[in-house]
């Protein structure tokens, strides 16, 4: 075969694969993925399964039973809340009023976490005030 | 203090803008003098902004709390090891920080550049210092590190007490260090593009501040990745975080870079996507530092939502349009001198590495960005989890380590049969036993992990061979001993050789993880002191509980003892720190010690084989009432009273524990990530160590004119 046309050859393939991983990215991507949600939009979904990154602050008053953690998820800026019920490890900067990111589902009148998926941001970011003198 | 401060970073913008203009005036109108006027302003601005990271610093070292940033991030208790790193750990701090180190490294590169690429370097210049003049204006008007609080408090926040960790001093400035030294070679081929000066001279002038950005952002990640697994609670060294992930990205363009830039160098091939490269990498490097500043993706390491989304998005707009357009201006005169000979040669070799790299890229890239895409898709934002990362980056990295193998073995241009024989037989048969020793060693693994252990025995098996045979080789030329003719062959060659080491280390580090993430064990328990259980095949038994308060904080804890088949194998003491909040008033003088920070100090036994890793979450919620009533009963308690009545909790945790969660996990190979990454940043060092005879041709360069002039006097 003349080397031009060997090169076509290599292009067609290369081009294919490119857009075979582009589909496949497209694809999974939908299909795998939480929606990032906040406390007032998953507060009335129903029970179907489906998985939510809910994001939010933590109310103050979280309790522990065994090796399972009762928090409450609230708006950034506003004060409706939904209950979460997660097991796994909690982030040391876990606090109340702290922003969190956890993977919840809908089960009964609250959510129960994915294991292990309650992230805290990194307190070191927080421009918190100093402390009066 | 506080007006030099203020004044030094005013002054670096007015060096910036003049050292801008002089540039393009010296450049445009042939004046050298103005070239070097423009170039001086760099150094300028480098002295400039150390004026300012000096009273910065000075005022964390004395606790001066007129500083905003000294009180918001460090205090009198803070260990002075990391007052000094304080400065970086705040969105002020840190920009300053990246800036001055953008100003130095620019400094280095200009100046060992000022005798080369004169028509290249005023642009270069410009263009570092536009980045420059960026920064510096962001901390002027939108995050001033330098503010006064009237009145001072007499005590800070203190730094939080995640960062207090030996890696923690030396993570960020190695990550911004890459960050930074990734825009040199994009100014640079940005002055490239302008002048049509667009042969190898300029790539070859600035591949050691691209090598040296590689390494830098590499031992940056590295050291993050150490400090999560040392440090934090949670058992890992990587979270697909998007922030995480945006340090990743420019570090896979510039591995990809450093590999075709070779094929450039010796064919004339790749040019236009080489510049693409070195452009994409610099642009990905400030889309990192965007990134974590702009608060558009949800991160636990993100600033939180700031007003710099705006410049940035609009600097990242203009860096990337100017940069497409002079590419696709210039198309014709970056057409390769020419083609690839064959699919079995060293350059396709090159060419499937870059692919897997820019395709990991570019999956990571889709992935960090997806709540992005999917809202401007759906209306909805939505994120995908480690999951489907792993989906796409474990097969391509799979064959990256594969790849790792072959470049270094397989002919230029054309592979013969005889070539391929010849290259991949002991490799390959490398590969084979490393497949079954991992079937045989790990139980029922899984087939990537099996891929991933014979890639690494391959990669490792092919860089060996080259070893043996260059060193054989020349203790068969120069009769010297095989240990001599290794180390003159690695000294003669070592840029070839130091890649070579490069790819072992990469190969060890990624046998690493795949080890440690398909074959480790985990564990959540809550025990008594006396429990134990059972971890792959260690025993761990919760002796006691631990308790006591130093100067910072209150620490409780557990003591484990870990044994294999009846015989002792470590003692962990895995144990929780609790920092006061400075709020006494609304939590009582003992309950701000369980309202503050609190920070996990994981007991890890490390080995070459597996770490045993554990962490403990005291039940705390028992000594509540106790706390209370302290409180109520000495609202007004004093330090030394405080401190008595945290030792009695301490005590009482110690003799009356409740039972406490655990997470224990046995990981085998993490040592390896670790041993790879030092035997990775050996051979970058390697690499871009000078030739003795560079060095000796460098060091006559600057004295002759010296004894020259010395002659002269005399």
Redesign the interface.
């Known amino acids: 075969m003349d080397p031009r046309g060997k090169r076509t050859i290599r292009l067609v393939v290369a081009l294919g694969a490119a857009v075979l991983l582009a589909v496949a990215l497209i694809y999974t991507s939908f299909g795998a993925a939480s929606e990032a949600t906040t406390p007032a939009a998953v507060i009335g979904v129903p029970a179907d399964g489906r998985s939510y990154q809910l994001t939010g602050k933590v109310v103050p008053g979280y309790s522990r039973e065994g090796g399972v953690l009762h928090f409450r998820v609230r708006e950034r800026a506003g004060r409706v809340s939904v209950p979460v019920r997660y097991q796994g490890v909690v982030p040391d900067p876990f606090r109340a009023g702290r922003e969190v990111i956890v993977t919840v589902k809908r089960e009964g009148n609250g959510f129960v976490a994915e294991r292990d998926s309650l992230i805290t941001k990194c307190p070191s970011k927080f421009s918190s005030e100093p402390a009066a003198s | 203090m506080l007006t030099l401060g203020r004044a030094s970073l005013v002054l670096a913008l007015a060096v910036a803008v003049v050292g801008i203009v002089s540039s393009l005036y010296g450049a445009r109108a042939g004046r050298a003098e103005w070239v070097a006027v423009g170039r001086r302003s760099m150094y300028a601005l480098f002295g400039v902004l150390t004026v300012t990271m000096v009273v910065l610093e000075a005022a964390f070292l004395r606790s001066d709390?007129s500083f905003?940033l000294v009180?918001?991030h460090s205090s009198t208790t803070t260990p002075t090891f990391y007052k000094l790193t304080a400065l970086w750990?705040?969105?002020e701090g840190s920009l300053l920080l990246w800036v001055w180190l953008l100003s130095g490294w620019a400094s280095l590169a200009l100046a060992a550049t000022r005798k080369q690429l004169r028509e290249i370097a005023p642009y270069a210049t410009a263009v570092l210092l536009g980045l420059g003049g960026f920064f510096v204006s962001l901390t002027l008007v939108l995050a001033h590190p330098i503010q006064l609080?009237d009145?001072?408090?007499?005590?800070?926040?203190g730094l939080?007490?995640?960062?207090r960790h030996p890696s923690m001093m030396i993570h960020p400035p190695m990550l911004y260090s890459g960050y930074t030294l990734a825009t040199i070679p994009f100014a640079f081929a940005l002055g490239a593009l302008i002048t049509r000066r667009l042969d190898a001279a300029w790539l070859r002038s600035i591949r050691r501040f691209a090598l040296l950005g590689w390494l830098c952002l590499g031992a940056g990640i590295l050291l993050g990745a150490r400090w999560s697994w040392s440090e934090?609670?949670?058992?890992g060294y990587w979270?697909w975080?998007p922030v995480e992930n945006a340090s990743l990205l420019p570090w896979l363009t510039g591995t990809a870079f450093l590999h075709s830039l070779m094929i450039q160098e010796k064919r004339g091939m790749l040019r236009v996507w080489n510049i693409s490269l070195v452009l994409a990498t610099g642009i990905l490097a400030i889309m990192g530092t965007f990134l974590v500043r702009s608060g558009i993706l949800?991160?636990?390491?993100?600033?939180?939502a700031s007003t710099l989304g705006i410049p940035f998005l609009a600097l990242l707009g203009v860096l990337m349009v100017s940069s497409a357009a002079l590419v696709l201006i210039r198309r014709d005169e970056l057409r390769s001198e020419h083609?690839l000979d064959s699919?079995f040669s060293r350059e396709a070799a090159f060419l499937f590495n870059n692919?897997a790299l820019v395709?990991l890229c570019?999956?990571i890239m889709?992935?960090t960005f997806?709540?992005l895409?999917?809202e401007i898709?759906?209306g909805?934002?939505?994120?995908?989890?480690p999951?489907?990362f792993d989906?796409?980056t474990v097969p391509l990295a799979i064959a990256l380590v594969f790849l790792s193998g072959i470049g270094p073995a397989i002919a230029w241009r054309r592979a013969t049969p005889r070539n391929l024989r010849r290259a991949f037989l002991f490799p390959l048969a490398a590969a084979g036993g490393a497949f079954l020793v991992g079937w045989a060693v790990a139980g029922e693994p899984k087939v990537t992990t099996l891929a991933m252990f014979s890639a690494a025995a391959f990669a490792v098996a092919a860089v060996g061979q080259e070893f043996w045979r260059g060193a054989r080789a020349r203790h068969a030329s120069t009769g010297a001993s095989l240990p001599i003719a290794l180390a003159t062959l690695v000294s003669r060659n070592r840029r070839r050789y130091g890649g070579y080491v490069v790819h072992v280390g990469i190969a060890l580090l990624f046998l690493g993880v795949a080890a440690s993430s398909a074959l480790q064990d985990v564990r959540?328990v809550?025990l008594r002191p006396g429990q134990s259980v059972h971890v792959k095949n260690y025993e761990i038994r919760y002796v006691r509980a631990t308790g006591k308060l130093d100067h910072e904080k209150l620490s409780l804890g557990a003591l484990l003892r870990v044994s294999k088949d009846g015989h002792h194998v470590a003692t962990l003491a895995p144990s929780?720190g609790y920092y006061p909040s400075?709020?006494a008033r609304q939590f009582g003088p003992i309950g701000r010690y369980f309202?503050g920070?609190?920070?996990?100090e994981v007991g890890l036994k490390t080995g070459v084989e597996r770490d045993i890793w554990t962490?403990v979450?005291p039940?705390i919620?028992s000594f509540a009432p106790m706390v209370d009533g302290i409180d109520r009963r000495f609202p007004l308690a004093d330090a030394g009273a405080q401190g008595l009545l945290l030792n009695v909790i301490a005590e009482r945790y110690r003799l009356d524990p409740p039972p406490a969660?655990f997470?224990m996990i046995v990981s085998p190979l993490v040592t390896w990530i670790w041993l790879g990454g030092l035997v990775a940043i050996a051979g970058a060092l390697i690499a871009l160590w000078p030739r003795p005879e560079r060095a000796r041709a460098w060091v006559l360069a600057v004295s002759k004119p010296r004894l020259g002039r010395a002659v002269g006097r005399a």
Do not use: M
């Open positions: 709390f905003r009180a918001s750990s705040s969105q609080l009145p001072a408090p007499v005590e800070g926040n939080t007490p995640l960062l934090l609670g949670w058992g979270a975080d949800e991160s636990i390491h993100a600033f939180g083609r699919l692919l395709g570019f999956v889709w992935g997806f709540p895409i999917s898709a759906t909805t934002k939505a994120s995908v989890g999951p489907w989906r796409y959540d809550r929780r400075p709020d309202e920070e609190a920070t996990s962490s979450e039940n919620d969660g997470r």
